[in-house]
């Protein structure tokens, strides 16, 4: 298939792309692995010995940032539609977010245990129809939250990607509900162009 003009554009910035190169020097699978480095050496949110669970982990940069920060005595436990290459201390779940059979498979590798941060760079696969993208990216990002207001331990904390549009305000309101402190960031490695941010939610309330 003939590449098009856009497709080339994106693949010529994409081998430009100071964080690509950076994720290759330093061994990071993925560019999105700088987004969640500068995240946390500004809020503090990977410590050793945590329970971690990453949505939407494919390839597995988050997951390796994780990993590396919580250290021997934590684990990640890693879920995505796609493959993803085992990671050390990374427990990895190939399925359908969406799904129940598969949210059951996670819950059970849990056993019962409650987690200390959910993190979720989840996207759904772009149509190119903005306003079904944005509905899909939302309903993703819902679930999300869904899950960590039911298996974070009180106090724990939930980092979300989520795209600004209509339905921002609504979901922003819907993590101050559940959060003490919500907090929107931007972190140099997302692309100026992209309307992705990051909403970072810390200290789980109580029922």
Same mark, same amino acid.
């Given at each position: ?18 964080f690509v190169q950076q994720a290759k020097q330093h061994g990071y699978r993925a560019r999105s692995s700088y987004k ?40 990640? %436990? !890693?879920?995505?539609? &796609?493959?993803?290459? +085992?990671?050390?201390? /990374?427990?990895?779940? =190939? $399925? ?50 869904? %899950? !960590?207001?039911?298996? &974070?331990?009180?106090? +724990?904390?939930?980092? /979300?990607?989520?795209? =600004? $549009? ?42």
């Open positions: 298939m003939k590449r098009t003009k856009s497709s080339k554009a994106w693949m010529q910035q994409h081998v430009n792309d100071p969640l480095l500068e995240i946390d050496a500004k809020d503090k949110l990977l410590k050793p010995g945590m329970r971690v669970v990453d949505l939407g982990s494919a390839p597995g940069g988050w997951s390796q940032v994780a990993a590396q920060k919580i250290g021997t005595s934590g684990h990640v %436990f !890693a879920l995505d539609i &796609l493959e993803m290459v +085992g990671l050390p201390g /990374v427990t990895f779940i =190939q $399925g359908d977010f969406t799904e129940d059979a598969v949210l059951a498979e996670l819950k059970a590798k849990l056993g019962g245990q409650m987690v200390d941060l959910v993190i979720s760079d989840i996207a759904p696969n772009i149509s190119g129809i903005p306003l079904a993208d944005q509905a899909k990216s939302y309903y993703l990002a819902e679930l999300a939250l869904d %899950f !960590a207001v039911n298996h &974070l331990k009180p106090g +724990g904390s939930f980092l /979300v990607k989520v795209f =600004q $549009g209509g339905d921002f305000d609504h979901y922003l309101k819907a993590m101050r509900n559940h959060f003490q402190q919500v907090q929107i960031r931007k972190p140099e490695a997302s692309r100026m162009q992209s309307k992705e941010v990051y909403l970072l939610g810390k200290g789980l309330k109580g029922e």
